[in-house]
């Protein structure tokens, strides 16, 4: 018998979220958000959560895949948090743990994202460290966004979804 190489766990691991990836992008390639227009940072929201299975679809098999994406409809991340977050619905959206951009040190910071670091800490969702260190940004400049020292002309207050 001739001696077959198996995939390595780490060679499987990335075929699998390269095939997982062209799902997605396949299904979002000819898209924009339904509410904005915009084409960037698009996700699936379910319009109605209680018929939600999951977010997580795009390794799913195709016919389950369809299924769940006929409870959906397309938008971008921002109007998706502003939804959950107008419908009381943000803290089990799954919205949470996604991150918060992909700022590198002393990146400009986008006024959704000024939005959602107020309305994460006013939630007690996440602390002004761990936003700091997640968007690199200095603990301190962090704070002054909380204490409206920055970014003040952004000045609508968090609601506070249940
Ligand atoms: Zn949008």
Known sequence: MPRV?????EEYNAYHRAWTQKQKDA???????????????L???????????????WNWAIERRLEELSKCR????????????EDGTFKRSGLLHGRLGENGPNAKLKESQ??????????????QRGIAKELGLAPATVN????????????EDPEIPA
Request: proline content about 1%; hydrophobic content about 30%.
């Open 5 to 9: 190489r198996t995939k390595t766990q």
């Open 27 to 41: 299904f979002y390639s000819n898209k924009s958000c339904q509410v904005c227009g915009s084409d960037e940072r």
């Open 43 to 57: 996700e699936i929201d379910h319009i109605d959560p209680e018929k939600k299975i999951d977010n997580n679809i």
């Open 74 to 85: 397309v938008l971008c991340h921002d109007c998706h948090v502003q939804r959950h977050v």
């Open 114 to 127: 000024v939005r959602r670091i107020r309305l994460l800490v006013a939630l007690g969702l996440k602390s």
């Open 144 to 155: 002054q966004i909380i204490k409206m020292k920055r970014w003040r002309h952004i000045s």
